[in-house]
């Protein structure tokens, strides 16, 4: 009789288990398309059967198993990272892409062509008043080139600085969600093992490295430590230390959580935050600087080369024709003066009325005013550069972006949901179930029979 029992009762308990089986499966279908979810499966531990030792077999729920793969998530989320920095250059540069064309008659290249050629124009008759006009109009386009190509640097770095606001906003939001989950962790052990809690933690770890290079380290608690940059603690246990962004130098400074600058931290180390440090302290400010390297070296050969010559009425020239502002930077305050046409000083002083001076000037287009380099030559230096910079990071993102799509897919074949796994599984403990369903109607018929025996 005892026996009897002890059968059904293995056999009740077997259906209990086999109802969290069920109960597991179908979180896996119902979050098979949730972010950071992976499949989970109740592992099962099969008692001991030996009726002479008086052990009763059965079978009773170990602990629930996760299929996640920390290699494979930190894979994933290093291809995010440099996904993230290749996706910001991408757009970012792309933005100043058609301004350094200098294949394009219009925009700086062509108008120092105009301007050069203005003087060859005007060594044909010097004292041509149109002539004469004709070399301030092609002045006053040229400077409007060079404004028009700082102003368009300048808008996209001003655009990176929103940019790099909002992102830290977004990585200290996302800090916080996982300081949040990481106090469920610390506060109740078996958080660290609710799906639910562990796939909006990997979720968030997924977004966050699309944003910002950072290290991770899981502590004995179940909680996760993250540092910025590797160095620099933005999340600990349930306690954060956010970010900050400082715009009050023509830099961007990245402060921590007591104020420090941190910036080599976090530039060019991957994530958006890490391309757009890099593209404001760095590549803007160098094609800045190169562009007004150009503009004060034509400004002033030009300056410098009318100041040798006398203008149409024999006298030496008061004006000059450019004028700058280098503390606000050249390119950016190139103008024409308030000059006049007959202030043009095509002669030399030794030659008043000819055109000597109208052909030095027109002559400078192929001097090596820039290191080593002619006017022209400099300025498609910086376009070559800017090409060069924008197709490496269209190349970066069309790579970052087939290397991402192969992590998720290895993470994915390794423990993502599969519905015709699941299918199969549910098939055989359904079946496991009904057997165990009819074992106990064959245990009940036998457990009243013996008691009926036994009245």
């Known amino acids: 009789m005892g026996s009897l029992f002890a059968s059904l009762l293995n056999s009740t308990g077997a259906l209990q288990v086999y109802g969290r089986v069920f109960n597991v499966i179908q ?3 119902t979050n098979a398309n949730t972010p950071g979810y992976v499949e989970q499966e109740q592992s099962l531990i099969p008692m001991p059967f030996d009726p002479a030792g008086g052990l009763t077999g059965g079978v009773l729920p170990g602990r629930m198993l996760s299929a996640r793969s920390s290699y494979l998530e930190q894979s994933v989320r290093n291809q995010q990272q440099l996904l993230g920095d290749a996706q910001q250059r991408a757009g970012d540069l792309g933005q100043i892409e058609s301004l350094f064309d200098t294949s394009s008659e ?3 290249s062509g108008a120092l062509n105009s301007f050069f050629n203005s003087f060859s124009q005007l060594a044909v008759n010097p004292n041509d008043v149109v002539s004469r006009q ?4 092609a002045a006053e386009k040229l400077a409007e080139a060079f404004r028009q190509n700082s102003i368009g640097i300048s808008r996209v770095s001003n655009n990176v600085d929103g940019e790099t606001r909002d992102t830290v906003t977004a990585i200290n939001s996302l800090a916080e969600r996982i300081a949040e989950i990481n106090s469920h962790f610390r506060s109740d052990a078996e958080s660290a093992s609710d799906a639910g809690l562990d796939a909006l933690m990997h ?3 997924e977004k966050l490295s699309g944003l910002v290079n950072y290290s991770l380290v899981k502590t004995s608690d179940g909680s996760y430590t993250l540092y910025a940059g590797g160095q620099t603690p933005l999340v600990i246990g349930d306690r954060v230390y956010p970010l900050a962004a400082d715009f009050s130098s023509p830099t961007t400074v990245i402060r921590d959580a007591l104020g420090r600058d941190v910036t080599s931290q976090m530039e060019g180390l991957g994530g958006t935050l890490g391309a ?3 593209e404001k302290n760095v590549t803007l400010a160098g094609y800045k600087t190169a562009l007004n390297t ?4 034509l400004a002033d050969s030009v300056n410098g080369q009318l100041s040798l010559g006398v203008d149409r009425n024999g006298d030496a020239p008061l004006k000059n024709l450019f ?3 280098a503390a606000l930077g050249s390119a950016f305050t190139l103008a024409v003066t308030d000059i006049a046409p007959d202030e043009i000083a095509a002669a030399l002083a030794t030659a008043p009325g000819g055109n000597g001076n109208a052909i030095a000037l027109a002559q400078l287009a192929l001097q ?9 030559q400099a300025y498609g230096n910086l376009g070559g550069q800017v090409g060069r910079d924008i197709s490496q990071a269209k190349q970066d993102l069309s790579a970052q972006q087939d290397l991402l799509a192969q992590a998720q897919t290895a993470r994915a074949e390794a423990s993502g949901i599969s519905l015709d796994k699941e299918a199969a599984k549910l098939l055989q403990f359904q079946q496991a179930y009904q057997a165990v369903g009819k074992m106990i109607g064959v245990l009940n018929t036998l457990t009243d029979t013996v008691l009926n025996i036994l009245r």
């Not at 150009?294 to 070296?297: F, K, M, R």
């Not at 090596?368 to 022209?376: D, E, M």
Request: proline share 3%; glycine share 10%.
């Open 276 to 278: 757009m440090l890099k």
């Open 323 to 325: 004028s700058y502002s």
């Open 294 to 297: 150009v503009a004060t070296a």
């Open 203 to 205: 979720s968030s770890l």
């Open 368 to 376: 090596p005013a820039v290191s080593g380099f002619t006017f022209t």
């Open 27 to 29: 979180n896996n279908v």
């Open 106 to 108: 219009t925009g700086v």
């Open 134 to 137: 004709n070399v301030i109009g």
